[in-house]
């Protein structure tokens, strides 16, 4: 059988199971690719040798020496760069496509606490179909454990933003703007009551130790004060993002 190229599609949706599967279970009998092979004529084996190509360009795998396979096509930098331009445009598009190539409607997420008011029906779809997949890239790059205290109840596990949603539209859905975090955290981070410093350690608001700290506050958020996150297998936090949060919405004083 003569060798076929990929196709622009075909390398979007393999790109978004890179982002949805953890980096450790990136396999041709991962039933996530036995399926998209089978929707896109490929084997499992070719899918699966696709995403690892993709992870050889991955910035967090590489500055763990992990390489992934060591050669790949330009066509796979070309998609890096551009779900990298525009993860807004990109999650959207590959959802989209996924969902027509296997009959999977993407995964909606039920919280709108950031969904501003007076969406039309079309971008409200498009929102939470957004949402969809930036909760499950951050919960994959993060083994599905929150990345303060190593919970990992799914039920329990945001996929929180760094920079808020509605202020760098470019990023909502790039991974590296998120953490997985506990709902108890995700709060405390979402309201500036903890941040995580570039240097990827936990810092509390001296508002939490205002007042007398109860036997909860003690228990849930003090003893974090200082100890470094648990790394993500792949889309580690960017700096500059951190950064961000540190300086306009951690509470400081």
């Known amino acids: 059988m003569p060798r076929r190229d990929w196709t622009r599609e075909e390398l979007i949706v393999a790109f978004n199971l890179y982002c949805k599967i953890p980096f450790g279970r990136i396999h041709l009998r991962n039933p996530f690719i036995v399926e998209l092979a089978k929707a896109i004529g490929r084997t499992p084996s070719a899918v699966s ?9 991955d910035p967090a795998l590489q500055k763990r020496n992990i390489t992934g396979a060591t050669h790949g096509a330009r066509a796979e930098v070309e998609i890096w ?21 296997t009959g999977h409607t993407p995964e909606f997420v039920e919280e709108g606490r950031e969904f ?14 957004n949402q969809g997949f930036f909760r499950a890239a951050v919960l994959a790059a993060y083994g599905a454990r929150c990345c303060i205290t190593g919970l990992s109840i799914p039920q329990l596990l945001t996929a929180s933003h760094i920079v808020p949603w509605s202020v760098d539209i470019k990023n909502r859905t790039n991974p590296r703007n998120g953490l997985c975090l506990n709902a108890l955290h995700d709060r405390a981070f979402d309201c500036g009551l903890l941040t995580v410093t570039p240097d990827l350690k936990v810092k509390l608001s001296p508002q939490i130790r205002k007042k007398r700290p109860d036997e909860c506050t003690q228990g849930f958020l003090l003893p974090y004060e200082n100890v470094s996150i648990s790394l993500p297998r792949h889309f580690a936090p960017n700096v500059d993002f951190l950064r961000y949060h540190n300086e306009r919405i951690f509470l400081s004083s």
Do not use: Y
Not at 49 to 57: E, I, P, Q, S, T
Not at 116 to 129: D, F, Q, Y
């Open 49 to 57: 040798w696709k995403l690892a190509n993709f992870a050889r360009l």
């Open 81 to 101: 760069n551009e779900f990298s331009n525009d993860w807004d445009r990109l999650a959207f598009e590959s959802e989209r496509l996924l969902d027509q190539l």
């Open 116 to 129: 501003p008011e007076g969406m039309s029906r079309e971008a409200l779809i498009r929102t939470r179909i």
